[in-house]
């Protein structure tokens, strides 16, 4: 059975670091791309970065762009997001995402089960 | 604002028929594949349609997707109260370099 799960998530100053993590299991990991994804409070899906299962190709939504960073330990089956600069609107619940590659298109097969992140005011 | 527009909600009657759109341009629908999420009240996003208009193992053939030009359709027939969810499109933008997501459409099945 495949599965993601999430850690890492909390309450973080403005400015502030956190780093978020998914470990899986269930599937070879080292062969899959992995996504983060985020929700704000009553908002729809926003994309935040993708990585490669090699980690050769990686990309960043804009939003995100110079202050996180998405990583990958395949020893460890384990993704990994590091959040620097965060800001008040970085506040959501952030999914990381299996990529399974089929149509050279992302789309999301499997979700972890979310964990949120909230930078007060 | 997203790029991808899809309508904020839709509305049918149990049994019924209903489709949501998704609007996009060259660089995004035209030129790449589609995805479609369903997100049930509290819950994880689910993939419901892959490729434009696969269904992933345990999906319903009530669920089906196409793609025409720059604009997806979701399309979900035999209605139940059981598929009041956001759905939400999804595909890769060339020029941008990045996955984008429709703004999400609430069904209400009245």
């Known amino acids: 059975e495949v599965q993601l799960v999430q850690s890492g998530g909390g309450l973080v100053k403005p400015g502030g670091s956190l780093r978020l993590s998914c470990a899986a299991s269930?599937?070879?990991?080292?062969?899959?791309?992995m996504d983060w994804v985020r929700q704000a409070p009553g908002k729809g899906l926003e994309w935040l970065s993708s990585i490669s299962s090699t980690s050769s190709y990686i990309y960043y939504a804009d939003s995100v762009k110079g202050r996180f960073t998405i990583s990958r330990d395949n020893a460890k089956n384990s993704l990994y997001l590091q959040m620097n600069s965060l800001r008040v609107e970085d506040t959501a619940v952030y999914f990381c995402?299996?990529?399974?590659?089929?149509?050279?298109?992302?789309?999301?097969?499997?979700w972890g089960q979310g964990t949120l992140v909230t930078v007060p005011s | 604002q997203s790029v991808l527009t899809q309508p904020p909600s839709v509305s049918a009657a149990p049994g019924q028929k209903v489709t949501i759109s998704c609007s996009g341009s060259s660089s995004n629908i035209g030129n790449n594949y589609v995805s479609w999420y369903q997100q049930l009240p509290g819950m994880v996003p689910k993939l419901l349609i892959y490729g434009n208009n696969n269904r992933p193992s345990g999906i319903p053939d009530r669920f089906s997707g196409s793609k025409s030009g720059t604009s997806a359709t979701l399309g979900i027939t035999g209605l139940q109260t059981g598929d009041e969810a956001d759905y939400y499109c999804?595909?890769?933008?060339?020029?941008?370099?990045?996955?984008?997501f429709g703004g999400g459409t609430k069904l209400t099945v009245l």
């Open positions: 269930g599937f070879t990991f080292n062969t899959y791309s």
């Open positions: 995402a299996r990529d399974p590659g089929i149509t050279g298109t992302t789309e999301l097969d499997y």
């Open positions: 999804g595909t890769w933008d060339s020029s941008l370099s990045a996955m984008l």
